[in-house]
């Protein structure tokens, strides 16, 4: 099991930008598939955007394709998502994951696949 945290979250305007980090405590999460989802009030949690361990492979939601970039530097710990021209509609509950499991098919995207859980940072965008 792995302590994720996340940090980064705040409040913005529509437009601006953030970056939100996630490091495990005391150890790396090299050999992890990490991938970020989100929840807003009221509504059930759905997938930001994931990267496989190798950090060769990304995937992304239809709604922050082209806004979103998902990183990571494995000699350094974190993971990270970029998020451009944030929009109102993004205001959320930030959480990062980890899964040790294998992609396959389209399983990046769901809550499922991951095993260890952050306790997430808001990410509040005003119009």
């Known amino acids: 099991q792995v302590q994720l945290v996340e940090s980064g979250g705040g409040l913005v305007q529509a437009g601006d930008s953030l970056r939100l980090s996630c490091a495990a405590s005391?150890?790396?999460?090299?050999?992890?598939?990490m991938a970020w989802f989100r929840q807003a009030t009221g509504k059930e949690r759905e997938f930001v955007a994931a990267i496989a361990r190798s950090g060769g492979t990304t995937y992304y939601a239809d709604s922050v394709k082209g806004r979103f970039l998902i990183s990571r530097d494995n000699a350094k710990n974190p993971v990270y998502l970029q998020m451009n021209s944030l929009k109102p509609e993004d205001t959320a509950a930030y959480y990062c994951?980890?899964?040790?499991?294998?992609?396959?098919?389209?399983?990046?995207?769901?809550?499922?696949?991951?095993?260890?859980w952050g306790q997430g940072t808001q990410v509040t965008v005003s119009s």
């Open positions: 994951a980890a899964t040790q499991r294998s992609y396959y098919s389209s399983s990046h995207n769901s809550q499922y696949t991951y095993t260890d």
């Open positions: 005391g150890r790396t999460l090299s050999g992890y598939n």
